[in-house]
Antibody, heavy 117, light 111 residues
C-alpha cells in the first residue's frame, strides 16, 4: 500500500524557519513530480510548490517565492520543504502529494504549521 | 492569481444528482485539459476523484463524472449517497505543467 507521511510541523514565531519532510513508502518517488499543498484553518486548498522527478525544475506560488524551497532526495524516497521568514498567513496544514495523470494522486495525512508569537 | 470560482455550497437529496461548477480563465481551465477534482471529508486528507477533466482513477465510483466547457469545468455526482457529503475542490494547471490553482471549495450537503 502506498503512503506519504509528513513531519516537521509545529509552532514557530513570525520570521522563523521550519523544515518539513515527507517520507514515501510502497512506491518510489523518483518516478513522480512531487508537490506541497496547504490548507489554512477553515479555508480551501492552495498549491504551494512542485518539483520535477529529477529535481531539475521547481515552481512556487507567488506568495512563497524567495521564502520557501522545495527539494527531494530520491535515494531516501523523501520530499522536503524549507520554509523561512514565516508569516502568520503561512499557518496551515501542509500536505505532500505525488502527481500523476497531471493531478495530485497520492496525499499524505498532513502536518500542522502554526506561525504565532 | 485568484482561486478558481466554485459555489460555496450545494445540496441534494439522497438518490438525486448535483453538479458543482468550477470557473477559471483562459489562462488555466480554458487552456488546459488538466482539471482534477478532490473530495475531502472533515479532518481528512483530500482524495483524488477525477483527472484530465473526465477520467476516473481506479476505485472511484462511476457516479462521479467530470466535464468542461470553455473556462468552466463541472463535477456531477449522480445517485447521491450519505457518504458523498464532503467538501469538493477543483484544480487546474495554470501556466504549463508546473503551476497549479485550486478552487475555493464547495460544501456538499446530502439531505
Amino acid at each position: 500500500e502506498v503512503h506519504l507521511v509528513e513531519s516537521g510541523g509545529g509552532l514557530v514565531q513570525p520570521g522563523g524557519s521550519l523544515r518539513l519532510s515527507c517520507a514515501a513508502s510502497g512506491f518510489t518517488i523518483r518516478n513522480f513530480w512531487m508537490g506541497w499543498v496547504r490548507q489554512a484553518p477553515g479555508k480551501g486548498l492552495e498549491w504551494v510548490a512542485n518539483i520535477k522527478e529529477d529535481g531539475s525544475e521547481k515552481d512556487y506560488v507567488d506568495s512563497v517565492k524567495g521564502r520557501f524551497t522545495i527539494s527531494r532526495d530520491n535515494a531516501r524516497n523523501s520530499l522536503f520543504l524549507q520554509m523561512n521568514s514565516l508569516r502568520a498567513e503561512d499557518t496551515a496544514v501542509f500536505y505532500c502529494a505525488a502527481l500523476s495523470y497531471m493531478a495530485f494522486d497520492i496525499w499524505g495525512q498532513g502536518t500542522v504549521v502554526i506561525v504565532s508569537s | 492569481q485568484s482561486a478558481l470560482t466554485q459555489p460555496a455550497s450545494v445540496s441534494g437529496s439522497l438518490g438525486q444528482s448535483i453538479t458543482i461548477s468550477c470557473t477559471g480563465t483562459s489562462s488555466d481551465v480554458g487552456s488546459y485539459n488538466f482539471v482534477s477534482w478532490y473530495q475531502q471529508h472533515p479532518g481528512k486528507a483530500p482524495k483524488f476523484m477525477i483527472y484530465e477533466v473526465t477520467k476516473r482513477p481506479s476505485g472511484v465510483s462511476n457516479r462521479f463524472s467530470g466535464s468542461k466547457s470553455g473556462n468552466t469545468a463541472s463535477l456531477t455526482i449522480s445517485g447521491l449517497q450519505a457518504e458523498d457529503e464532503a467538501d469538493y475542490y477543483c484544480c487546474s494547471s495554470a501556466g504549463g505543467t508546473t503551476r497549479w490553482i485550486f478552487g475555493g471549495g464547495t460544501k456538499l450537503t446530502v439531505l
